[in-house]
Nanobody, 119 residues
Framework: QVQFVESGGGLVQPGGSLRLSCAASRSTLDYFTIGWFRQAPGKEREGVSCITNNDSTYYVDSVKGRFTISRDNTKNTVYLQMNSLKLEDTAVYYC?????????????WGQGTLVTVSS
């Protein structure tokens, strides 16, 4: 079974930056997309960004211009560079294969990585 492991979260001040990693146990190019999602306390999980296997990228409006998704095929890893972080970016971030900005309800989620934006 392919595993996806998220890492890179932490505590950061508003305006700061973090880079999240989504490491797969096999090539991410085997999937049509790799998506990043997040779930804030008390809220539903929402799509943040995704990258397709031909490197097209998509973002939810609230992170456009601040977040950048990319991949390193040699490391089977997809990254989410997050700049100009805001308090409302606080959430647990997850990645998932073959999803882009929306879930179908049948995903198997990893443990995610916690991003806390706080002054």
């Amino acid at each position: 079974q392919v595993q996806f492991v998220e890492s890179g979260g932490g505590l950061v001040q508003p305006g700061g930056s973090l880079r999240l990693s989504c490491a797969a146990s096999r090539s991410t190019l085997d999937y049509f997309t790799i998506g990043w999602f997040r779930q804030a306390p008390g809220k539903e999980r929402e799509g943040v960004s995704c990258i397709t296997n031909n490197d097209s990228t998509y973002y939810v409006d609230s992170v456009k211009g601040r977040f950048t998704i990319s991949r390193d095929n040699t490391k089977n890893t997809v990254y989410l560079q997050m700049n100009s972080l805001k308090l409302e970016d606080t959430a647990v971030y997850y990645c998932a294969p073959d999803r882009c900005l929306a879930t179908l309800g049948d995903e198997v989620w990893g443990q995610g990585t916690l991003v806390t934006v706080s002054s």
